[in-house]
C-alpha cells in the first residue's frame, strides 16, 4: 500500500475517534457532561490510531527513539516554549493590570510571615520555603505526569505521521501541515466543551487556539527533527501542557474590573506559540534525511 495511502487510513482513524468523542460529550452537556471525564482518552488517540497502522497495516515506526535520550536538548524541552509564553505575557497581564501583577491574595504572607493556602490545595498554613517546596514540587510531578500523557500522542503525529509526510511533501510543508492536521484534529474537541476555557468566549477559542496548536506542533516537530528522540518531544509538549501558563494558576480575576484578562491572555500565549512555531519553520532545510521504506 503506498505511504499516501497510509497517512489517510490514519488520519481517518484519528479524527473519526477525534468526532465521535466529540459528539458523545457535547451531546450531553458539553463541559458538564457526566462523560467529561473522557477528555482524557482523547490523548491515547494518537497511539490507539498507531496499533491499528503496526498490526493490521504492518505500516510501524521506522525511528521512534527509544533508546536516544540527548540530555543537551533536555533543557530546551522544558524550559523553551514555557518561557517565551511567561516572557510574552507576565507583561501583558502587568499592563492590564494598572502595572502590576494579579497574584491571589493568599500568597501575601501575613504577620507572622506565614501563608494560609486554600482548603482545596490542602497545604494548610506554611512557610516560604515551605510554599517554595511545595509550587516546584507541583511543577516537577505536573511536568512528568504530562510528559506521559503526551508521549501517547507524539507516538502518533511525530514518531509515526510526521516522517511520512516530510517524505511526500519535504521537510517545511511536511512540518506545516502535521501541525496544520493536529490543529484541525483539535476542533472538534473545541466545538464540544472538551477544550473548554472559562472567560474566553467559545468563537475565540475557535479563531485563536488552532494558530497556536501549529504554532506549538513546528517547535515539537522541530524538536524531533533535531533528536529523533520520543522522549525530548513528549516532555516539549508536557511542559507547554503542564508549565505553559504557570505563573498565572496562581493569579486571580483582573484588578481593573477587566472581563477581557483571560481572553487577551489566550492571544498572548497563542500568539507567542505561533511566532515561536513560524520563527523554526523559516530556519528549516529540505536536506533533511528520512529512513523510511514504503511497506
Not at 18 to 44: D, N, P, R, Y
Not at 146 to 171: C, H, N, Q, T, Y
Not at 178 to 199: C, E, N, Q, R, T
Request: proline content about 4%.
Amino acid at each position: 500500500m503506498k505511504q499516501r495511502n497510509y497517512l489517510t487510513i490514519f488520519i481517518a482513524i484519528t479524527f473519526g475517534l477525534s468526532i465521535f468523542l466529540s459528539l458523545l460529550i457535547g451531546l450531553t452537556g458539553g463541559h458538564e457532561s457526566k462523560f467529561i471525564w473522557l477528555q482524557f482518552v482523547t490523548m491515547a488517540i494518537p497511539a490507539f490510531a498507531v496499533l491499528i497502522m503496526t498490526n493490521i497495516f504492518k505500516a510501524r515506526i521506522d525511528e521512534p527513539g527509544w533508546n536516544r535520550f540527548p540530555i543537551r536538548w533536555l533543557p530546551l524541552a522544558l524550559f523553551l516554549m514555557p518561557l517565551l509564553i511567561h516572557i510574552v505575557c507576565l507583561p501583558l497581564m502587568a499592563f492590564l493590570n494598572a502595572g502590576s501583577l494579579p497574584w491571589l491574595s493568599w500568597l501575601n504572607a501575613n504577620k507572622k510571615e506565614l501563608y494560609h493556602a486554600p482548603d482545596n490545595l490542602g497545604w494548610g498554613t506554611i512557610t516560604l520555603g515551605e510554599l517554595v517546596f511545595r509550587i516546584l514540587f507541583n511543577a516537577i510531578t505536573g511536568v512528568i505526569v504530562v510528559s506521559l500523557l503526551a508521549f501517547l500522542e507524539e507516538i502518533g503525529w511525530r514518531a509515526w505521521m510526521l516522517p511520512r509526510l516530510i517524505k511526500r511533501f519535504e521537510v517545511k510543508k511536511g512540518v506545516f501541515i502535521g501541525a496544520l492536521i493536529w490543529a484541525l484534529w483539535h476542533v472538534p474537541f473545541m466545538l464540544s466543551g472538551i477544550l473548554y476555557l472559562k472567560d474566553v468566549p467559545p468563537y475565540l477559542l475557535l479563531l485563536v487556539y488552532p494558530f497556536g496548536i501549529i504554532g506549538a506542533g513546528i517547535v515539537i516537530s522541530w524538536f524531533w527533527l533535531k533528536t529523533k528522540s520520543i522522549w525530548i518531544v513528549s516532555i516539549a509538549h508536557g511542559a507547554l501542557n503542564n508549565w505553559g501558563q504557570y505563573a498565572f494558576k496562581y493569579m486571580q480575576d483582573s484588578t481593573t474590573d477587566s472581563n477581557w484578562q483571560q481572553a487577551w491572555l489566550f492571544v498572548g500565549v497563542n500568539g507567542s506559540l505561533l511566532l515561536l512555531g513560524l520563527i523554526l519553520l523559516i530556519t528549516l532545510k529540505n536536506n533533511y534525511k528520512m529512513n523510511l521504506n514504503n511497506r
